[in-house]
């Protein structure tokens, strides 16, 4: 993950929204904690989902999240504005790997990856033909 030198520009990535730290999500040292940056990443991640699932033919896609892997590269703070991409790193036969970065003040302060498994009604499902070439068309893109 911070081996991709993409990852590092919020440019790369297709997917990017605007969240806005509170009060509460610092620790004592005045940055923002690591629970606050985790429920940051799966806030970006739900609106990521959401907009695939406003796409015609993908409103009734189920996924669940068989890893996630925080990178901390610097401190965030409050009370700045935090943007957080995501993009889609791999796409494999029932599964794939979403790569998201988060951005303060234009340097990026962390990396995260997330693998989702799509969920059929007895378990991991192949990821419908639909739905697959929509996460083709979000990967990250080239520098």
Same mark, same amino acid.
């Given at each position: 993950m911070k081996d991709d030198p993409r990852r590092r520009h919020v440019a790369a990535y297709p997917f990017r929204i605007e969240l806005v730290p509170r009060f509460g999500d610092m620790d004592l040292n005045r940055h923002l904690n690591n629970v606050a940056v985790a429920r940051f990443y799966e806030e970006a991640r739900v609106r990521f989902h959401f907009s695939l699932h406003e796409r015609p033919g993908l409103e009734r896609f189920r996924v669940f999240i068989a890893h996630i892997a925080i990178d901390y590269l610097a401190e965030g703070n409050w009370p700045d504005p935090l943007e957080v991409g995501v993009g889609v790193v791999h796409v494999g036969g029932s599964?794939?790997?979403?790569?998201?970065?988060?951005?303060?003040?234009?340097?990026?302060?962390?990396?995260?990856?997330? &693998?989702? &498994?799509?969920?059929?009604?007895?378990?991991?499902a192949p990821l419908p033909p639909l739905l697959r070439s929509a996460l083709e068309g979000l990967r990250l893109r080239a520098e």
């Open positions: 599964s794939y790997r979403l790569g998201l970065g988060m951005f303060q003040r234009g340097a990026c302060i962390g990396l995260c990856d997330s &693998v989702l &498994v799509h969920l059929g009604e007895g378990g991991s």
